[in-house]
DNA sequence: GAGTGGTCTAGACCACGCT
DNA sequence: GCGTGGTCTAGACCACTCT
């Protein structure tokens, strides 16, 4: 048997994809073999493969299609959009987002933020700021920071133009896969500059959303802080 | 074949399952019978009862434990906390919250308030109100609405003590299980009213959460809003 | 020791996508 | 027509709980 000792065999089926994937010998898009040869490769019974396959399809790690076969999950904008971005307009409409880049550069990260993004200090990071517009008007300041070691020509050419949805280019381009992400709420007032930013006075409310988000084998690759103006939307969450 | 018709046996046999404990056959808290037992009543193969229980155990309906057996899911404090109540204090420790009651008394529901609870127009509804305090200050600002007619006695007498967690005393008492809620989250200015009441400032950030909470049959039962003051705590969420 | 859920296996048949 | 995943079945064995 090919799988490694210890624990019900299914996960540790599981652990083996998750590996491949990791060490992309299947990549985001990808097909992957069927049960069957799965199963006969690993030297495993049929089921235990289903059963394994269909628990890293629960997890948004892979997906299935009847007929065709097992995918690698990828970021396209739709399930960008859908997984990771929880703002909706105040009327439900999913209005498109567009973006106005602000600043762009690298330079050295302060002690927080190599904390933040688990990196040895004074590590070199990409700074990114901009602001989201939905329906026309700016809603969302955002500041985002990753590393520069993972993202080799971010911001040294003045790149004028960035996709909108980021996690698309850094899979793409980078081939850096966000598969999770935590998110912390609060509301603050806006600072002067804030608030002038996004047209709104000093001192008013906003949403902060404060987000680590990280790939699959656990490493955080983007600090991200976004404020809100939520006088025309709200951050949609569903407890099950 | 007990399950009626129509696509794939294991959900006909999950929504037998949830049918039965929306009428109650089966209570929170309660066993459920063997897997074997279930099999042979439906009749259908142990295989697929299977499948139907481990959905539903993953979607929080059930639990199951090995040796014991399958039982509804009910709210405990440690369930209801951990499902419903996403406020972490800011160094991540866990407090003991604790509430203090404002207001609690019976009234009509405005136009609002009825869309809200899918009730009739000037349908009777319990109003409460209260202070939630974490770590000994007051940090949440709650207003609660319920239907009078599912809540008997609530309100009516003045019930000095209600629990700090409503969701247990909402199935202890009155038969009624909270599955599932809707939040969403805005960032507002406090009133004067609210920052007084909070100890702040007038105008002074605060997180609203906007939460609609929904029985197994899909009715909502409870319109709850929380004005948050997120200096010292942050809502939390998870996106996979 | 009896009963429960958890794992693993093996095979049949169906629905779907492609060529 | 072939290969894929989706469903359904049947049974063996293990780990756990309780008496």
Redesign the interface.
């Known amino acids: 048997m090919i799988v490694p000792d210890g624990g019900p065999l299914y996960l540790r089926v599981k652990d083996v994809i998750v590996k491949r994937i990791v060490d992309e010998v299947w990549r985001p898009g990808g097909l992957l073999p069927s049960e069957q040869k799965l199963a006969a490769e690993l030297g495993v019974s049929p089921g235990t493969v289903r059963k394994a396959l269909n628990e890293l399809t629960?997890?948004?790690l892979l997906y299935r299609q009847q007929g065709k076969g097992t995918f690698v999950a990828s970021h396209t904008p739709q399930r960008s959009l859908f997984?990771?971005f929880?703002m909706t307009a105040a009327d439900g409409k999913r209005q498109p987002a567009t973006s106005r880049l602000l600043a762009c550069a690298r330079r050295r990260a302060n002690r927080e933020e190599a904390g933040r993004l688990d990196l040895p200090a004074q590590s070199r990071v990409v700074e990114i700021e901009r602001i989201r517009e939905l329906g026309g008007s700016p809603q969302i300041l955002e500041r985002i920071l990753v590393p520069a070691k993972l993202f080799p020509n971010l911001g040294k050419s003045s790149d004028g133009e960035l996709p909108n949805e980021l996690y698309v280019f850094y899979e793409e381009r980078y081939g850096i896969t966000i598969?999770?992400?935590?998110?912390?709420?609060?509301?603050?007032?806006a600072t002067a500059e804030q608030a002038k930013l996004l047209g709104l006075k000093a001192?008013?409310?906003?949403?902060?959303i404060?987000r680590t988000a990280i790939t699959l084998d656990g490493r955080p690759v983007e600090w991200r802080v976004s404020l809100?103006d939520?006088r025309n939307c709200?951050?949609?969450?569903?407890?099950?």
Chains 1, 2 share one sequence.
């Open positions: 629960a997890e948004n997984h990771f929880k598969y999770r992400a935590n998110e912390n709420l609060r509301a603050i007032a001192g008013a409310p906003l949403l902060e404060d809100c939520t709200h951050y949609v969450s569903e407890l099950i």
